[in-house]
């Protein structure tokens, strides 16, 4: 190619561009007036609310960092982060792992995978609505399913969501069963490593095993992070479960209070909009931090392959 | 005391405010009805029965008043006070409005309530008994008028009783030291199948209210404040944790079920107890579920004291915020005293506040209705309680969290009695 057609081409390929950013802006307008009115807009009240004493039925009254210096006295408040880490930090990793082990099995051409993967994802979709978490209610009853189960194997089973030591369990139990979404993604990922990377490290006598630590996951990590941030921002935000399960109330004895739960009771349950506002800003702030170290740490362990 | 005078000063001055203008334009005297056709809307929370039947009644309304469209919008319990929070927040609040005890004091101490005073010539309350009307005043300004009376009963499963051969107790008479040894005797004799009772207090604000009371001591006093004596409410729980010891109460988790499957779901309903508390109109719905001959008996203890009281079961109150309050008072007079409305609702929300419409309505109720009925005129109730403060409508939430814990072992009686009661003040602090 001649230095002159290349440029002709560069500049058909400016125009074309331009032609299309111009659809891609009309296409998403209304997503962006979607984003300013009812994302951005409440984000900035929310955030003036934070530092007001706001009853949702009086003005607001300005009252300065009162509502952050409250947080740091607050008990409950510590306690539905203790409950939201302990989610996040168990659920996530326990979900991913399983939906990377799964993807594996399901990529050495199972028959019939499509049937699986849909079988799999199923829950992802159903997982944050209010249907399953009702059922969940049921199932660890103490009169449910799982008890009856375990009664058919002789053991005694116990009231799993009304008992504050395994209330939590359940939830996460929960959210480790929508593993599907990452799996699918994880899947595509598995498609993407090239044949041939298996061909030459069999020729080398690897095992499956090694090919899997050597091969796979160095290649997978960038799909593994992926997930991870995902997966993380996700878990911090549960609430619908939480709120089903417990009847809105975080209980028993505040054993699954998850973040979102508490502020919603502040907001809605105690006239507290100001604080509540607040809360939302520090929750921010935390999915922010854990995020913004995830990027940092990636540095160390995702390997890009090209 | 002072803090509710400075209470008034700050809602005086927020009359002046763009999100209370309304305010102003109330007490100014053009209360009066339109000429013009009207649009009014009004809101409840409730299942689908109270839609139908009120719709119903919305509809004789309206033939009655032709120029008055009156638009019903209703939601479930916690989905109401949300959206009656955000409404009124975005001053587009419903004319006429459902309230609750709880958040009474929350709405009018706020000034999105609209004193019914200034509504009188449209809405006639002299037919309700002056101690009635009390229940629905905050600082003398009538926010509300009560619709309809419910008292705590001990409700108890005959049934299970003559299963079990124990004998029903005498209500006129009994302690709470027979009630225990009733549980107790009830589990035993049924080996274990059920439990006697399910937890006696600290479930809801009800039933810690009448224990202090039967111990001379009160939730609130009349200027609000938390007198609640946390020695008081440590020997309910400390009651409790002895009954579930020896099994007369069902454990911690099976009560934490129980509470969260709702009325119809509940121990009682399902006969996993023989004894419970509720409020006498809970009576229909426990019947239904039960489909058990299930009896209203006095509170133990209240023959001695007295301590039991009337607890208005809800409210009819016009927001601040209306633009046809003349309109929606009209609407409210017909609710609570035309014997037209009173046919279509009945006793659904509570035996009628309305000494008149009560007696309408006695003459054909269902078997749930007529042990309501027969059990608020049995009853002995003592002096009328006062109304929750501002910020005590978290009351139940908080201490069933509190009890969840005492019964769990997560804190001593006294220990969680004490974070408690600190915890409603803080609150109750908060929204003044």
Known sequence: ?306 | MQRRLILKGLGASAVALPGLAACGTAGGGDVELSDEPVTIRMTWWGADTRAELTNQAIAAFEKEHPNITVKGEFKDWAGYWDALATTTAANDSPDVIQMDELYLASYGDRGTLLDLADTSEYLDTSGFEAATLETGKIDGAQYAIPIGAGMLASVVNADLFAQYGVELPDDTTWTWDDYAAIANELTEKSGGAINGSGLTGGTDAGSVRYWARLHGNELYSEDGEVTLDPAVLAALWEYNLGLVESGGVESAAQSVESQSAGIEGGSLATGKIAMGFGYNTQITPLLAASGADLRLLQLPGNAEAAANFIKPSMYWAVSSQSEHPAEAATLIDFLVNHEAAADILGTERGIPANPAMREHVAADLDEGGRLAVDYIETAVAGPPVAVTPNGGSGFDPMVQRYTQEVMFGERTPQEAAEAFIDELKSEIDAAA
């Not at chain 1, 409950?83 to 799964?102: K, M, R």
């Not at chain 1, 069999?202 to 960038?222: H, N």
């Open chain 1, 1 to 306: 190619m001649s230095a002159t057609t290349e440029l002709r081409s560069l500049g058909r390929q400016g125009s074309t561009a331009k032609r299309q950013n111009k659809v891609a802006f009309w296409f998403l307008l209304p997503w962006f007036v979607g984003l300013f009115a009812i994302t951005l807009g409440p984000m900035v009240a929310s955030l003036f609310l934070s530092f007001t004493d706001y009853n949702l039925l009086q003005p607001a009254e300005f009252n300065g960092l009162e509502n952050f210096t409250r947080m740091l006295g607050d008990e409950r408040l510590h306690r539905s982060l203790g409950v939201t880490f302990t989610y996040v930090l168990v659920s996530v990793p326990v979900q991913l792992g399983l939906a990377l082990a799964l993807a594996v099995v399901l990529d050495r051409g199972v028959r019939g995978l499509a049937f699986y993967r849909s079988m799999f994802y199923l829950p992802s979709l159903l997982g944050a609505s209010v249907a399953i978490a009702v059922l969940w209610r049921m199932v660890f009853g103490a009169d449910g399913l799982f008890n009856e189960g375990l009664g058919l194997l002789g053991i005694e089973g116990r009231g799993w969501i009304s008992e504050p030591e395994t209330a939590l369990g359940t939830l996460i139990t929960l959210n480790v069963w929508t593993f599907g979404s990452p799996m699918v993604i994880f899947l595509a990922g598995l498609r993407q490593i090239p044949r041939v990377y298996y061909e030459a490290a069999s020729v080398d006598g690897a095992s499956r095993g090694r090919q899997f630590l050597s091969v796979t996951l160095p290649l997978l990590t960038p799909i593994i992070f992926f997930n991870l941030v995902l997966q993380i921002i996700h878990a911090f935000q549960s609430f619908t479960q939480a709120f089903i399960v417990s009847g809105g109330t975080g209980g028993p004895a505040d054993s699954t209070l998850f973040y979102t739960l508490y502020l919603y009771q502040r907001g809605f349950g105690n006239f507290d909009m100001g604080y509540a506002s607040a809360l939302a800003w520090l929750l921010l702030l935390i999915v922010g931090a854990f995020t913004a170290v995830n990027f940092w740490a990636s540095k160390y362990w995702v390997f890009y392959n090209d």
